[in-house]
């Protein structure tokens, strides 16, 4: 049985313009969609996250669920799943429930290989740097700034020595090339970016890039077909495009520019997430993707739980099923400040509870009427334990605020100092008061202001706190930030600015995912 037959003609791709991966999974070829509509784009973000996770995944599957249950031409834009959580403690990123993508573990593990072709272009620009240096070092290069990537958590490539150097691997999802991958709009524009890359610098302590090596264009020969979207169904048969998967703590959280171009130029309506809390996702979502890429937001979908907002709170895992309605009080505070962050980008804003079987009518009703305190639409989405039943009412909410317009706007101007556009994010997304610099810090963004001055801002801090120290639960206020070290990213167009404790090379859990993943009767099980 074709599963994409009827998707292909009902969004008009032909059977030219894809590649198909067995039954389940095929590739769009970009170039050949007809860029002659625009469809309206909702955005999913959520509260500050927790160790019970508050299901962005799963409510963007269940809109799109919901939106075709509706008879609307709809389609997901999501993020591959990076193995690193995988394995780790986080699990994969396909949903769960009754709304989910297929073929899930497939898309969990190796997907279509494009982390796999990130990851080589990545360490085949390495391997060109130590090669020329090698080979007599004609650009003198004194110092490599540019790292070598790994999809797995590996806590001891943090910290390593290659030809007698200390450096530092990053995983393949936070990497320069895999935000390069997720920035480009077309083939040379991913070689301009690729040629941007800054790699070192020389004894007069100029930058050096990458086209100096003459190695970008075996980049992008690895990179080609990898540009291309990957199409994956719903189980209830709504096309999703996965693609990219870039960390929102650490890097930009978004699913490529391609992927949502193409999908606004296929369908009515287009719904996409982006990682973690809205202070990192949604944030940069708005002030990164959105401004580089020139497409606009038409709503936005915060997502809240009854247990993070308890977890928020102050209640324990052990007591998180007890009733607290004083606790769940208190982190509603996460929530309105979440909330009133959306609200210095946009106007069509939507509070969906993910409900569990465990929460409580009362409890509920809490959340019910702070949304409606606030002026804000309010929806109790069950997707997970009903399909696409339980997002009728979030689904046909959306519909009737996306005609509205949604005064967009980003918060702040790129060409403002460095440290200014990060204040503006520390002061107002974040809520500190003061804002401290390492030397290290001071010392390179002083380097960087008159290169990439006009750059945007890419904060990676912990996801679990709007803070940069992850105890630090609710709404803190007037506290203060350590800004630890600066990464320019010339190639992406950005600059991504440490905070506290933040690694770029994760670390595996005392009990990792994988040992629950085997291979039985020749199927993988517990990839989740």
Do not use: W
């Not at 969906?352 to 305190?373: C, G, P």
């Not at 605020?401 to 107002?428: F, M, Q, R, T």
């Amino acid at each position: 049985m074709d599963k994409f037959k009827k998707i292909l003609k009902e969004y008009n791709i032909s059977e030219n313009n894809v590649v198909r991966y067995g039954n389940d999974i095929l590739k769009i070829d970009y170039k050949k969609i007809n860029n002659n509509k625009k469809g309206k784009l909702v955005l999913v973000t959520a509260m500050s996250p927790t160790i019970y996770g508050e299901g962005k995944t799963c409510t963007t599957i269940g809109i799109i669920n919901g939106l075709g249950k509706l008879g609307y031409k709809v389609m997901g834009t999501l993020r591959e799943p990076s193995m690193g959580p995988v394995f780790g403690q986080k699990g994969g990123a396909t949903g769960g429930g009754l709304a989910y993508v297929t073929p899930s573990t497939q898309i969990n593990l190796n997907f279509t290989g494009d982390f796999s072709a990130i990851e080589s272009a990545n360490n085949l620009l390495c391997a060109a740097i130590d090669n020329h240096i090698y080979q007599g070092n004609v650009l003198k290069i004194k110092k490599i700034l540019f790292r070598r990537c790994l999809d797995v958590n590996d806590r001891a490539l943090r910290h390593v020595t290659i030809n007698g150097e200390d450096c530092e691997f990053t995983i393949t999802a936070a990497s320069e090339i895999m935000a390069i991958f997720c920035l480009a709009e077309n083939l040379d524009d991913l070689r301009k970016k690729l040629d941007n890359i800054i790699i070192g610098i020389d004894e007069k302590d100029n930058y050096i890039k990458a086209k100096e090596l003459n190695v970008t264009g075996a980049m992008v020969a690895l990179l080609k077909d990898a540009l291309n979207p990957n199409m994956v169904l719903t189980n209830e048969n709504v096309p999703c495009l996965i693609h990219g998967g870039p960390f929102a703590n650490i890097a930009h959280g978004c699913n490529s520019v391609i992927a949502t171009k193409t999908a606004l130029n296929l369908a009515d309506y287009v719904v996409t997430e982006a990682g973690f809390g809205a202070d990192l996702g949604a944030e940069k979502f708005y002030d990164i993707k959105c401004k580089m890429a020139n497409i606009k937001p038409d709503a936005t979908v915060l997502i809240a739980t009854i247990k993070a907002l308890k977890h928020h709170g102050g209640v324990q895992t052990k007591d998180i099923y007890d009733k607290n309605n004083d606790a769940l009080i208190k982190g509603l505070d996460n929530l309105k400040k979440h909330l009133d962050n959306l609200k210095l980008y946009s106007n069509n804003i939507i509070i969906s509870l993910n409900k569990y079987d465990t929460d409580l009518d009362d409890e509920i009703k809490l959340v019910e009427e702070f949304a409606k305190k606030e002026n804000v639409e309010f929806s109790i989405n069950s997707s997970y334990l009903d399909g696409s039943i339980g997002s009728i009412d979030i689904s046909k909410k959306l519909i009737n605020i996306l005609d509205n317009d949604n005064n967009y706007k980003p918060l702040y101007d790129y060409n403002l100092p460095i440290k200014e556009k990060i204040e503006i994010i520390s002061k107002k997304i974040y809520g500190a008061k003061t804002i401290n610099y390492t030397d290290e810090a001071d010392n390179k963004i002083k380097q960087i202001e008159n290169i990439a001055g006009n750059y945007p801002i890419c904060i990676a801090k912990t996801q679990y706190s709007l803070s940069d120290d992850p105890k630090k639960l609710g709404a803190p206020k007037d506290y203060e930030i350590t800004v630890k070290d600066v990464v320019l990213y010339n190639g992406a167009g950005f600059i991504t600015i440490l905070l506290g404790s933040i690694v770029q090379m994760p670390g595996l859990p005392k009990k990792p995912n994988y040992e629950n993943i085997d291979v039985i009767d020749d199927e993988i099980i517990n990839v989740k």
